[in-house]
């Protein structure tokens, strides 16, 4: 779990296909890297990713092909700078939002605003992520924690700030960029909830009224 507050940008160091839909990308990330351990997770531009060695102040991890297929981390190369962040702790302040490192889907950078000191930048969202993206609501995009200022049937918009446009990689995209999407998973949740009915089973219990109560809706 994350709270979408980038730690610092890292540097690709090697991207190495392991496999026909695998690869194993090494991160150069002094911040990161300096407690890091085996089996630790790092997010890497809002994916969760398992630190398998560590070197140099670099750490290695795997990315297997569903992760290449749902997010925008198919087209790293060596040189990229990406947003890094380690596993928050039970103490960890919660500067952004809860962030699992689960990536949506990919969006694109449609436009950018420049104003005196900050930017407004609007995505293009897929459709079907549409339903979790409210005004004012919480969104991860490469991993970092943002509030949504505006919302359409496939795109969003969001204000950055300059700390965000320094020290993040949101900085320097520009218009048809890919970006990694995680929307808000209490969302998801609600939905669900409200969404799911089963019908009673052999363990459940009557339903049993308090006397004198009146049926929801009105007398019978």
Not at 88 to 109: F, K, M, P
Not at 115 to 129: C, G, I, K, Q, S
Not at 131 to 156: E, H, N, Q
Not at 173 to 183: K, T
Request: proline residues 5%.
């Amino acid at each position: 779990m994350f709270t979408g507050i980038v730690e610092e940008l890292g540097e690709v160091v090697q991207v190495t296909q392991t496999a026909e839909d695998s690869a194993l990308v090494a991160i150069r990330g002094s911040v990161v890297a300096a407690d890091a351990r085996h089996g630790d997770s790092i997010a890497v531009n809002g994916v969760c990713l398992t630190v398998v060695d560590l070197a140099d102040g670099a750490f290695t991890a795997d990315v297997m092909g569903e992760t290449l297929r749902r997010s925008a981390l198919g087209g790293l190369r060596p040189g990229d700078r990406v947003n890094l962040e380690r596993a928050a702790t039970l103490g960890s302040r919660l500067g952004g939002h809860l962030v699992q490192g689960h990536v949506d889907g990919i969006g694109e950078v449609l436009a950018r605003e420049p104003a005196a000191r900050w930017e407004t930048v609007r995505f293009r969202l897929p459709t079907d992520l549409a339903r979790y993206v409210v005004t004012k609501g919480s969104i991860a995009v490469d991993g970092v924690s943002l509030t949504v200022a505006g919302v359409g049937s496939d795109w969003f918009e969001v204000g950055l700030i300059p700390t965000t446009l320094g020290l993040t990689t949101l900085g320097s995209r520009g218009v048809g960029d890919a970006v990694n999407v995680e929307v808000d998973v209490l969302a998801k949740y609600v939905e669900r909830l409200l969404g799911g009915h089963r019908p009673a089973g052999p363990g459940d219990l009557p339903a049993v009224g308090l006397p004198g109560a009146v049926p929801v809706g009105g007398p019978a």
